[in-house]
Nanobody, 124 residues
Framework: QVQPVESGGGSVQAGGSLRLSCAAS????????MGWFRQAPGKEREGVAI????????YYGDSVKGRFTVSRDNAKNTVALQMNDLKPEDTAMYYC?????????????????WGQGTQVTVSS
């Protein structure tokens, strides 16, 4: 059973940084697509970032480009999301995902495995 598990959420002031981590038991992150989604209260769940296997290509949602960085630690079998220059609008539950079906990566329906989420709160 594949089960992503997130950690590293918390509260921070605007302009600060947080680093989220995802451990995917039963899954080799180095050879699979991994991603991050988030959902703010009253809003749709949105794709934040995806990291490709092998060459580690990455893509980001427009709202986080230049501020967030997704990376992978193959030795630890984990994926990280480094979040810098955080804004109040980044406040959301963040989910690590795996099992992409190859279609629109920002579509939640295209990911099979989801973590339980970790809360990020940014105050102004």
């Amino acid at each position: 059973q594949v089960q992503p598990v997130e950690s590293g959420g918390g509260s921070v002031q605007a302009g600060g940084s947080l680093r989220l981590s995802c451990a995917a038991s039963g899954y080799t992150v180095s050879s699979n697509f991994m991603g991050w989604f988030r959902q703010a209260p009253g809003k749709e769940r949105e794709g934040v970032a995806i990291i490709y296997p092998g060459s580690s290509g990455t893509y980001y949602g427009d709202s986080v480009k230049g501020r967030f960085t997704v990376s992978r630690d193959n030795a630890k079998n984990t994926v990280a999301l480094q979040m810098n220059d955080l804004k109040p609008e980044d406040t959301a539950m963040y989910y690590c995902v795996a099992g992409w079906n190859g279609y629109f990566w920002r579509g939640r329906e295209n990911w099979r495995y989801w973590g339980q989420g970790t809360q990020v709160t940014v105050s102004s």
